[in-house]
């Protein structure tokens, strides 16, 4: 049996890569620059670009199950192409934005919502991974931290519950390699709530150099996240950003089991996925 992993440069496709080859699965990749996507020797790599689901035509050739990452456009005619070439089961990376109250007026949420529903509509078994905020996000306060030791994070008491993305690979894995998750939507996350601050703190922690915090509220951290996600030119993304930030202030992120339930181990600590990365966060 053949699994085909789209987005397998990403961080969670490279896990979901090494597990199946861990287990010794026949893996198939893709990537819009196959030449430069650096996957590990033993994997299939095709080019595949889901914007053009044509290119997808041989990378599906003989392919039973497919990891999915996101993409909107182009979805309906890739998942035809995918279900004519003999494809069986979909495990979607999807998002626990999907969940929100307010999904309407969310437009990650939103996004999300239409590829869950182009995978439903397609027929195929599926499986549908909503993970809440990945680790990695991190990394994007990976310069600032080494170069000032410094960083500015918008709403830093806000909550989450950071997923550590081989965790999210790992159940992916499980998805496609053993019966009983068709149909099923798992929502994912960290094994722990904690603020931003408390993130920035382990990092400094992990890194032996402490790092100082500055909390931005309002207008300043509407500045900062312009920064941060305004190049993205996705309308409305901001302010629900911004608001998702400001309405957890003072609450516990939601903490689910299923990692543990589905792989049958603890899902990582952020302290630890801070150790792994600290590296990233050292200046050189
Ligand atoms: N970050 C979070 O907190 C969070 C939370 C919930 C859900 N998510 C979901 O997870 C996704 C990020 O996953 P990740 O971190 O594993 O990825 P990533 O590290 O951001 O990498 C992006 C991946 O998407 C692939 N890609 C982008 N456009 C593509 C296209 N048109 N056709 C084919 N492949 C394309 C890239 O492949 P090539 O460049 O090699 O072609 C690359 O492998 C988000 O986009 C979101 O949908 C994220």
Same mark, same amino acid.
């Given at each position: 049996?053949?699994?085909l992993v789209?987005?397998?440069t990403?961080?969670?496709g490279?896990?979901?890569?090494?597990?199946l080859l861990a287990?010794?699965v026949?893996?198939?990749?893709?990537s819009?620059?196959?030449?430069?996507?650096g996957?590990?020797a033993?994997?299939?790599?095709?080019a595949g670009?889901?914007?053009?689901?044509?290119?997808?035509?041989?990378a599906l050739s003989g392919?039973?199950? $497919?990891?999915?990452?996101?993409?909107p456009?182009?979805?309906?005619?890739f998942?035809?192409?995918?279900?004519?070439s003999?494809?069986?089961h979909v495990?979607?990376?999807?998002?626990?934005?999907?969940?929100?109250?307010?999904?309407?007026?969310h437009?990650?949420?939103l996004?999300?919502?239409?590829?869950?529903?182009?995978?439903?509509?397609?027929?195929?078994?599926r499986t549908? $991974?909503?993970?809440g905020?990945?680790a990695?996000?991190a990394?994007?306060w990976?310069p600032?931290?080494?170069e000032?030791?410094?960083?500015?994070?918008?709403?830093?008491?806000?909550t989450l519950?950071?997923?550590?993305e081989?965790?999210i690979?790992?159940?992916a894995?499980?998805a496609?390699l053993?019966?009983?998750?068709?149909d099923a939507?798992y929502?994912?996350?960290?094994?722990e709530s904690?603020?931003?601050r408390r993130q920035a703190?382990?990092?400094?922690?992990?890194?032996g150099r402490?790092v100082?915090?500055?909390?931005l509220?309002?207008?300043?951290?509407?500045?900062? $996240?312009e $920064?941060d996600?305004?190049?993205?030119g996705?309308?409305?993304?901001?302010d629900?950003?911004?608001?998702t930030?400001?309405?957890?202030?003072?609450t516990?992120?939601?903490v689910?089991d299923?990692v543990?339930?589905?792989t049958?181990?603890a899902?990582?600590?952020?302290?630890?996925?801070?150790?792994?990365?600290?590296?990233?966060?050292?200046?050189?």
């Amino acid at each position: 049996m053949t699994v085909l992993v789209t987005g397998a440069t990403g961080n969670v496709g490279r896990k979901v890569v090494e597990s199946l080859l861990a287990a010794g699965v026949p893996v198939r990749a893709t990537s819009r620059n196959p030449k430069t996507a650096g996957l590990p020797a033993g994997v299939d790599v095709h080019a595949g670009d889901l914007d053009d689901p044509g290119s997808f035509k041989d990378a599906l050739s003989g392919v039973e199950k $497919l990891f999915l990452f996101p993409n909107p456009s182009g979805i309906a005619e890739f998942l035809d192409l995918a279900k004519a070439s003999g494809v069986r089961h979909v495990v979607l990376l999807s998002s626990a934005a999907v969940g929100a109250p307010d999904v309407t007026s969310h437009p990650i949420g939103l996004m999300h919502l239409s590829v869950e529903q182009a995978v439903e509509r397609s027929g195929l078994a599926r499986t549908v $991974l909503r993970p809440g905020a990945f680790a990695s996000n991190a990394l994007q306060w990976a310069p600032a931290i080494r170069e000032s030791g410094e960083v500015r994070i918008p709403y830093a008491e806000s909550t989450l519950s950071p997923i550590h993305e081989r965790d999210i690979a790992a159940v992916a894995v499980q998805a496609l390699l053993t019966d009983g998750h068709e149909d099923a939507t798992y929502e994912l996350t960290g094994p722990e709530s904690m603020t931003q601050r408390r993130q920035a703190e382990l990092i400094g922690a992990a890194t032996g150099r402490p790092v100082a915090v500055v909390d931005l509220v309002d207008g300043a951290a509407r500045a900062q $996240l312009e $920064l941060d996600y305004g190049g993205f030119g996705v309308p409305g993304l901001i302010d629900s950003v911004l608001g998702t930030y400001a309405a957890s202030v003072g609450t516990a992120a939601p903490v689910t089991d299923t990692v543990a339930r589905i792989t049958g181990r603890a899902p990582t600590a952020f302290a630890d996925w801070a150790l792994e990365h600290r590296q990233a966060f050292t200046a050189a």
